[in-house]
């Protein structure tokens, strides 16, 4: 499969294009990676709560635990501290809670900064280069034939600007129609510059 344009000037912009290509999704890449860890460090808000608020529970349970050993008042005692505790439980799920929404906000935000301008350089950059391929591919084939090449002349007479075709051969139609062999070779070989392939010797 030809991959570049026989032509240097197009194939010097297509090894532009390509490169242009590489270095916008390295760098969409590198920079949702930074955006991502950017936003899941403040994920460490909410494990600070998490921690807090559990250390807070274990201390009021072991307060409570050992206020209901005190006899007759221990239990009436140690029922706020217990009631304290299940708060600080619900405390510490609030910062479980936000640390798992932190993550996957960075998640989400790191896949999208990355994907949508990937997807958008594959539609703008690749499409192109790979209807190039095929085309050049398709035009080298005909070109190893008598019949091909009869066929890239009626492609050029259809498709080339009419500028083009009359600096080639002085009559395109006339050398379609008598089968000029010299005119048959210069209009394929201006079909086959215009795919981006080199033109087979004689």
Do not use: H, K, N
Not at 16 to 24: E, G, K, P, Q
Request: hydrophobic share 50%; glycine share 8%.
């Amino acid at each position: 499969m030809q991959l570049y344009s026989s032509r240097p000037v197009a194939a010097a912009w297509q090894v532009v294009a390509d490169l242009a290509a590489i270095a916008t999704i390295a760098v969409s890449v590198w920079i949702a990676l930074q955006v991502r860890d950017a936003i899941a460090s403040l994920g460490g808000f909410g494990r600070q709560i998490e921690d807090a608020g559990t250390g807070f529970s274990t201390t009021l349970s072991d307060a409570g635990d050992a206020l209901a050993q005190v006899p007759l008042i221990g239990d009436g005692v140690a029922q706020p501290f217990r009631d304290a505790s299940g708060s600080a439980d619900d405390l510490a799920a609030a910062g479980t809670a936000l640390t798992s929404t932190i993550e996957m906000l960075a998640a989400t935000v790191g896949t999208a900064l990355w994907l949508l301008p990937t997807l958008l350089v594959l539609l703008v950059w690749l499409l192109p280069r790979l209807r190039f391929a095929t085309r050049a591919r398709a035009s080298a084939a005909l070109a190893r034939t008598r019949e091909g090449r009869d066929l890239l002349a009626l492609r050029a007479v259809a498709t080339q600007p009419t500028r083009r075709l009359l600096a080639t051969v002085a009559d395109p139609v006339a050398a379609i129609r008598t089968g000029d062999e010299p005119g048959l070779r210069a209009l394929a070989a201006l079909e086959l510059r215009s795919a981006g392939v080199r033109a087979p010797t004689p």
